[in-house]
């Protein structure tokens, strides 16, 4: 089976640059989630959707992330201007989640490793 | 809110030893408990998972009980490996409003010797 999708798996670019990382999730699937990981941080969750739809986006960091999710196969994440702070492994992830079962595990992505210099 | 407090790592052993990671955890109502696991360069994956009280979890030699009493789910395998190196989490999720949205802990990061 095909697990979680996440392209690109490496990515250098150059601070002030425009950075889209994208996912595929799990088929059938319902929920999709956005997780930054730091070595300073730890694991971060960025932005959650539920149906196609942003439940919770309290923990983007600054307009300059944004995150779609047009489509049940397809998300993407965008920092526009990147910063080398930016610099993180970046993780999608996706579960089949309902309001009446806690017990969905989280399927994760392999990540995008970022490096803004 | 929510909350997972995991035992601070790094956490060394010889191979064949005996591991313990312990993870309490604080939430309204009763959530599943779950323990992930990340090696080197992959993704957080599912080690092993309860979703209710005194329910054991178990995988490749690893077990956690579900103690409602002591709000603990903790980590155990009789014998480690060089194999069983990795970081692992302890995580929760939640009924309600919060159901798509679950609580990690920080990670302890498990080195073995051989």
């Known amino acids: 089976d095909a697990g979680v999708i996440q392209s690109p798996r490496h990515e250098v670019t150059e601070m002030g640059q425009e950075v889209t990382l994208r996912c595929k999730p799990i088929s059938g699937h319902n929920s999709l989630f956005w997780y930054r990981q730091t070595m300073m941080r730890g694991l971060e969750l960025l932005i959650y959707f539920n149906n196609n739809v942003p439940i919770d986006d309290s923990g983007m960091p600054e307009d300059r992330f944004s995150a779609k999710m047009p489509n049940a196969s397809f998300s993407t994440l965008k920092i526009q201007p990147s910063e080398p702070r930016d610099s993180a492994v970046y993780f999608c992830?996706?579960?089949?989640?309902?309001?009446?079962?806690?017990?969905?595990?989280?399927?994760f992505g392999e990540g995008s490793w970022l490096t803004v210099v | 809110g929510n909350s997972v407090t995991q035992m601070e790592g790094p956490v060394t052993l010889s191979e064949e030893a005996f591991l313990t990671i312990n993870c309490t955890y604080t939430a309204t109502g009763y959530p599943s408990l779950f323990w992930y696991v990340q090696y080197p360069g992959e993704g957080l994956q599912l080690l092993l998972k309860a979703t209710k009280a005194d329910d054991k979890g178990s995988n490749k030699g690893f077990e956690a009980t579900y103690r409602k009493e002591t709000t603990s789910f903790h980590l155990e395998k009789g014998s480690v490996q060089v194999s069983d190196s990795a970081v692992y989490f302890c995580?929760?999720?939640?009924?309600?409003?919060?159901?798509?949205?679950?609580?990690f802990g920080d990670g302890t990061t498990l080195t073995v010797k051989p």
């Open positions: 992830a996706s579960s089949s989640m309902s309001g009446t079962d806690s017990g969905n595990t989280i399927y």
């Open positions: 995580a929760l999720s939640a009924f309600g409003a919060n159901a798509g949205k679950s609580t």
